[in-house]
């Protein structure tokens, strides 16, 4: 969402210090996905399940798996733990497999990315001509755990559907593109993002 409303590639947004851009994709792995009840207590855990959750299929429903029981909380990680963080993606399926977003030098995953264009040369648009923005998150030390309060029931039969929504603003809150337009490493700005990911991630009553 953008201003509480469906966000869409083609919105020009503005940054931290008035530059404007768009954003073309985000990009980011949820995983480690884990269940309790009122008192805590686990119902199922999932710890190899992952999804690739991509702006393009922001719609998508993903499987967790089967369980059965009262769900108070969700609990993941926003990134690949560090046990999985480093496997060969030609041995494991997707979406951590070939199809998914891969650091071949550091041999690891990429945890977010958020791709696009800013008005570089300040003409006020955002189109042909301008520059990229990238801003690539992955290295261990990047893994975010997140918890939902979801409150629902998953002991009728059926599925059970958990919709999440992100917040484009607090995403991108106190960003200064033109400063630091593209980054593919860890650094204070990428550490930010993953953490203005958790916090822009939330349960939709």
């Known amino acids: 969402t953008h201003n509480g409303a469906a966000f869409d590639t083609s919105m020009t947004l503005t940054d931290a210090v008035g530059t404007r851009y768009k954003i073309e994709q985000i990009r980011f792995y949820m995983g480690g996905f884990s269940f309790t009840d009122d008192n805590g207590d686990s119902v199922a855990a999932f710890p190899e399940k992952y999804h690739l959750v991509t702006l393009t299929e922001g719609g998508t ?37 070939i199809n998914g977003i891969y650091w071949t030098w550091a041999q690891g995953y990429l945890f977010l990315t958020v791709d696009g264009l800013y008005d570089s040369n300040s ?16 290295m261990d030390t990047l893994y975010t755990p997140v918890t939902f ?3 629902t029931d998953a002991d009728q039969g059926g599925n059970v559907v958990v919709p999440l929504s992100l917040d484009i603003d607090t995403l991108m809150a106190g960003m200064n593109i033109q400063a630091h337009p593209v980054l593919h490493e860890v650094a204070p700005i990428t550490q930010d993002l993953m953490l203005k990911l958790a916090a822009g991630l939330s349960h939709v009553e």
């Open 149 to 151: 309060h979801i409150h």
């Open 61 to 97: 429903i993903r499987s967790i798996g089967e369980l059965n029981g009262h769900l108070h909380e969700l609990h993941c990680g926003l990134g690949v733990d560090s046990l999985l963080n480093h496997t060969d993606p030609l041995l494991v399926d997707a979406p951590l497999g």
């Open 123 to 138: 003409d006020g648009t955002v189109g042909a001509g301008d520059l990229p923005m990238s801003y690539h998150c992955g």
